[in-house]
């Protein structure tokens, strides 16, 4: 069986994994970001600590880097085709990992341009910049203006890939969650 595919995504400091950890909360199958990990242990290995908002300086192999997140997302949607569950949420889906190459202006092949076809998601929803809520930390390394710039290069990607972007309104969790489930269909 098949389940729904649906990313909550957006710019660093939005929301989306609190959402995320609210709907495995209720019950959701939901698939977690993987790139704070591979920052961090990035960030380990080249035992950098001056503040940058790449997290591309801290690796040998900015492209494989890419790659390892482009691969990485790919095993959680087919993981998620063997789903009984109704609905997979996903933080972050692969086309974010083009969005941030275009951002940080990295060049892709149609090795990249293909997997983001191939894996296609039924909803997505975009959680908007909000200054108020935005903490930069370890992982997080982009500034609030930056964040800003990345939301754009979101909905540019994914529009360009042919989804129509759903934006969560900045309220708290447990209303972005009904909002999303509303927007579903599955209260």
């Known amino acids: 069986m098949s389940s729904k595919k649906v990313v909550i995504t957006g710019a660093p400091g939005t929301g989306k994994t609190s959402i995320i950890y609210g709907l495995e909360d209720k019950g959701f199958d939901c698939y977690h970001e993987i790139i704070r990990d591979m920052t961090s242990k990035a960030k380990e290995d080249g035992g950098d600590t001056e503040f940058v908002s790449n997290p591309l300086v801290f690796v040998d192999d900015a492209l494989q880097f890419n790659k390892d997140l482009l691969y990485g997302r790919a095993a959680h949607f087919k993981q998620s085709l063997d789903s009984e569950a109704p609905i997979s949420f996903f933080d972050r889906g692969m086309p974010d990992v083009l969005a941030y190459m275009d951002f940080f202006g990295q060049d892709y092949g149609a090795e990249f341009i293909n997997a983001v076809h191939d894996h296609k998601y039924d909803t997505i929803y975009i959680a908007p910049p909000w200054k108020e809520i935005y903490i930069s930390d370890n ?44 927007t579903l269909n599955t209260t």
């Open 139 to 182: 992982e997080r390394l982009e500034t609030f203006d930056e964040a800003q710039k990345i939301h754009d290069a979101l909905i540019q990607t994914y529009t360009r890939f042919g989804y129509e972007p759903i934006i969560v309104p900045k309220t708290p969790i447990a209303e972005r969650i009904a909002f999303i489930l509303e």
